[in-house]
Nanobody, 116 residues
């Protein structure tokens, strides 16, 4: 079992920044990568970025150059630094182990709202 707890969401104006955190606990030795997905109202959940145990990262085209994923192994925490936020970044952001294979674990999500 893996538990994931996201935090750091909120309301920000366009052009602003937020940093999301995802704290992992439990059987974390089984986690090969951690990813951030997001889901906007009326849209499908989409992959934003992920980071592997070896430090490899990947980003959706829509966030490249604006978002940065990083991790603190000592704290078992992954961060998502989001800069130059746009109204279209508004969504619930989820931390997940789903890219590590079954059973994929998900956090409860954190709301990010960007006002224009």
């Amino acid at each position: 079992q893996v538990q994931l707890v996201e935090s750091g969401g909120g309301l920000v104006q366009a052009g602003g920044s937020l940093r999301l955190s995802c704290a992992a606990s439990g059987s974390i030795f089984s986690i090969k990568s951690l990813a951030w997905f997001r889901q906007a109202p009326g849209k499908q959940r989409e992959l934003v970025t992920f980071i592997t145990n070896s430090g490899l990262t990947n980003y959706a085209d829509s966030v490249k150059g604006r978002f940065t994923i990083s991790r603190d192994n000592a704290k078992n925490t992954v961060y998502l630094q989001m800069n130059s936020l746009r109204p279209e970044d508004t969504a619930v952001y989820y931390c997940t182990t789903v890219l590590s294979g079954p059973p994929g674990y998900w956090g409860q999500g954190t709301q990010v709202t960007v006002s224009s």
